[in-house]
């Protein structure tokens, strides 16, 4: 039987983490952290571990939230180049995204500047969500900077963290409350070349045509109308209107 998602996050890997803190920092307790976690963690589901290992994070921690962004910073190991390992090589940082997620939206630059570096090594579009529905504005401003940027997985999180949908999250309707916005962050990226942000992005209209036709409709017919569309605009614009056609 193939080994679930949620075993990987058991008591060896509780011990794992809390050593890997450790090395960094003499700030951070060990007993408390096991204490808050070991004897719950492999009788819960994953979300709810994902959650325990943060709170427990945070107990654990005697210093600031910016002071704690900055002892992660120094575990998070090697970038990753492409859009593959999140979940081979960067699984284990998952909790560290949670915490950032359930404790961050108070220091805005702080986390978003930790998201950037944490989705080069995993993925951060959860703990982005929270910072884009306090400070919409901030936060877009941002991420049309990291459209462009030059590392395809932060080019992915300015899409990825934006879907309507987001499996496994509430929704966020920042697309369409700052749709010229999200337009022109979807427009930066449908012609990219890797295939990870062309899925993004393709997801991005499958959402929005669930909840706004109208806004949906109007960049698939901007987007036709452009001369020389290229091969990946075509296929963004066909996987995202998969909802649609079936309609």
Known sequence: MAKKVKDYYDVPYLEELAGKI?????????????????????DLEFNQRQELVAQALNKAFDVDYENVLKIFSKIL??????NSGAFTEGWWLWPVGRY??????EYFDESINFSKELTKRFTSEYCMRPLIKKYPEKSLKILKN???DEHERVRRLSS???RIRLPWSKKLFTALEYFDEYFEILSNL??????????????????LYKEDKDKFN???????TE??????????????????DKK
């Open 190 to 207: 449908k012609d990219d070349k890797d295939k990870y942000i062309q899925k993004s992005v393709a997801n991005n209209l499958n959402d």
């Open 22 to 42: 450790m090395v960094v920092t003499s700030n951070f307790n060990k007993e408390i952290f096991l204490k808050e976690t070991k004897d719950k963690i492999e």
């Open 100 to 105: 950032v997620e359930i404790y961050g939206d």
């Open 218 to 224: 109007f960049i698939i017919n901007t987007w036709k």
């Open 77 to 82: 190991g090697k970038e990753l180049r492409g």
């Open 146 to 148: 990291w459209s462009r």
């Open 227 to 244: 001369k020389n569309i290229s091969k990946e605009c075509e296929w963004v614009i066909k996987h995202g209107s998969r909802t649609a």
């Open 160 to 162: 990825e963290c934006l």
